[in-house]
């Protein structure tokens, strides 16, 4: 099990650590600052450097057999540490900063679009959201000037943990359709932007809505019959 560091703070960007595994599925720490691919948020990339200085570049990073567990996938023919070696993680933070407003943009955004959802992506330049909705509902510039409006406000965000049971009692917390919360280890996450938001999700975000900037709805696009896809970009990406 890997102690998940980016839970308790998403804006860490160098930790130290120790290899806990070695194989052909990447490297496996005893903590990490890596957030792995899952809920349509990629994986970190980065670095970790050896105690003789060598940086060895992480290309992805991916869960492991359990949500515990952490694989940092890295380049070709990278010399491999051994167990035990002591080593120094480091982020590509700037990448891994786009992303965190992405996501928290797309937070937003699905309170602007009243629907559910049926499916989302992040991207380094471009984010989307798939809703289930008559497409005469769907406006860009409408969703445009609400989404930047609310982002305006410059809400501090919120990480909130409650029981399956309790998420049980209120469903209408899940929005998206595709993905399922995370259950079996007794509590689940939720990001709450106070007066704007508040469902589960395990990715990373960003403090405070206005750190995200401004959004530009790029297109809408039908794709099938319950899906009315909204793709978005940051008008400053940093």
Known sequence: MSHLLFREDAYLREADAVVAAVGEAGLEFDRTIFYPLGGGQPGDRG????PDGQRIEVVDTRKGETPERVRHLLAPEANLPKVGTPVRLELDWARRHRLMRMHTALHVMSCVVVAPVTGGNIGEDRARLDFDIDPALLDA???????NALIARAVDTETVWITDAELDAQPELVKTMSVSPPRGAGRIRL??????DLQPCGGTHVRNTAEIGAIRV???????????????????PG
């Open 47 to 50: 670095w970790v450097v050896l």
């Open 141 to 147: 510039a409408r969703i445009e000037a609400e989404t």
């Open 191 to 196: 990001l709450r932007i106070p007066g704007i």
């Open 218 to 236: 790029l297109k809408i696009s039908n794709q099938g019959k319950h899906n009315r896809r909204v793709e978005i970009a940051l008008v400053d």
